[in-house]
Nanobody
Framework: VQLQAFGGGLVQAGGSLRLSCAAS????????MGWFRQAPGKEREFVAA????????YYADSVKGRFTISRDTAKNTKHLQMNSLKPEDTAVYYC?????????????????WGKGTQVTVSS
């Protein structure tokens, strides 16, 4: 499975961006999927995840109410809508996939990782 995140960019605080994740290889629609981010000098952290089978979603406390993870089965892509962006949201964002989502594990059990896309929020 190859994943590619895109849609990052520079935005002012309070603005919005929509990230997308496309996949090739194994049918993407069967994978549970997540978004993670890594800011300079910090560890990679969980942002959001969605179960392919149930549609259940999971969010980090820092993004609840501002970010929405969704899937477009027909287009084999998944999205992260980011609203009310803050400077502290600045990071490289990565999409990832897992055959089985494991919320109790580090990185939610993700097995496949794509190259990241830079999101920069200016104050």
């Amino acid at each position: 499975v190859q994943l590619q995140a895109f849609g990052g960019g520079l935005v002012q605080a309070g603005g919005s961006l929509r990230l997308s994740c496309a996949a090739s290889g194994r049918t993407f629609s069967t994978l549970d999927m997540g978004w993670f981010r890594q800011a300079p000098g910090k560890e990679r952290e969980f942002v959001a995840a969605i179960s392919a089978s149930s549609g259940s979603t999971y969010y980090a406390d820092s993004v609840k109410g501002r970010f929405t993870i969704s899937r477009d089965t027909a287009k084999n892509t998944k999205h992260l809508q980011m609203n009310s962006l803050k400077p502290e949201d600045t990071a490289v964002y990565y999409c990832a996939g897992a055959r089985v989502l494991k919320p109790s594990e580090n990185y939610y059990g993700m097995e496949y990782w794509g190259k990241g896309t830079q999101v920069t929020v200016s104050s």
